[in-house]
């Protein structure tokens, strides 16, 4: 069947350090992503999205990559802080399919002061 | 704006009881989604509303799980009767639904943590 996975399950940074997260989509239809940020007890937070027809989309202190030809996509985050440590899920979907979102299993991330 | 309203925050309850959860999607949400979030897993979808009709509920346990979203914003999910299996996050998350980038964004509740003893 189709899946959305991480390549790390838990990943360490020091403060100011950029971090990279990765995740693997196997559909390759899917042609809209987002990257979520859950922190403990709380909901899945919208971090940044990014449709096929593009390969870079940056935001605030975080940039998204997307490679079609591997189906692969990374998040990352610019000189990170303690309130960046949380898990992070990717989710993929494919267009005009009803908004179903599939999301991957999460990377945790734990930034070091 | 207001997020998407979850209630409640936390519920223990015993194998073979019931519960049900509530939820309150942002104003003008179309769009209504119900998830299970097992510890340590991405959320799975459970079901979809588009204001008061299902989308999808493909992935719902229909012999113990049920969703009603009878005036297309507010709905209930209920488990009845509950397993040990069932203990995980509830979540509940809303979008516009009307086509386009901006619209397709799912906004997540805090959702509700079941556990069954």
């Known amino acids: 069947g189709e899946s959305v996975g991480l390549h790390l399950p838990t990943l360490s940074v020091q403060e100011g350090d950029n971090s990279i997260i990765n995740c693997a989509y196997s559909n390759s239809a899917s042609d809209y992503f987002i990257w979520y940020k859950q922190e403990s007890g709380k909901g899945p937070q919208f971090i940044i999205d990014?449709?096929?027809?593009?390969d870079k989309r940056q935001g605030q202190r975080v940039t998204v990559l997307l490679n079609k030809t591997v189906k692969h996509l990374s998040l990352q985050i610019a000189a990170t802080q303690p309130g960046d440590s949380a898990v992070y899920f990717c989710a993929e979907k494919k267009m005009n399919t009803g908004n179903q979102f599939y999301f991957g299993t999460g990377t945790s991330l734990t930034v070091i002061p | 704006e207001a997020g998407v309203a979850q209630s409640p925050r936390y519920k223990i309850i015993e194998k073979r009881q019931s519960v049900a959860f509530w939820c309150n999607p942002i104003s003008g949400h179309a769009t209504l989604y119900w998830y299970q979030q097992i510890l340590g897993q991405g959320p799975k979808l459970l079901i979809q509303?588009?204001?008061?009709?299902?989308?999808?509920d493909s992935q719902l346990p229909k012999d113990r799980f049920s969703a009603e979203r009878l005036k297309g914003v507010d709905s209930t999910l209920k488990i009845q009767p509950a397993k040990l299996e069932d203990s995980a996050v509830y979540l509940c998350a809303s979008s516009l639904g009307r086509g386009g980038t901006k619209n397709e964004k799912l906004f997540f509740g805090s959702g509700t943590q079941l556990s069954v003893l």
């Open positions: 990014i449709r096929s027809n593009m």
């Open positions: 509303f588009q204001n008061n009709g299902v989308v999808d």
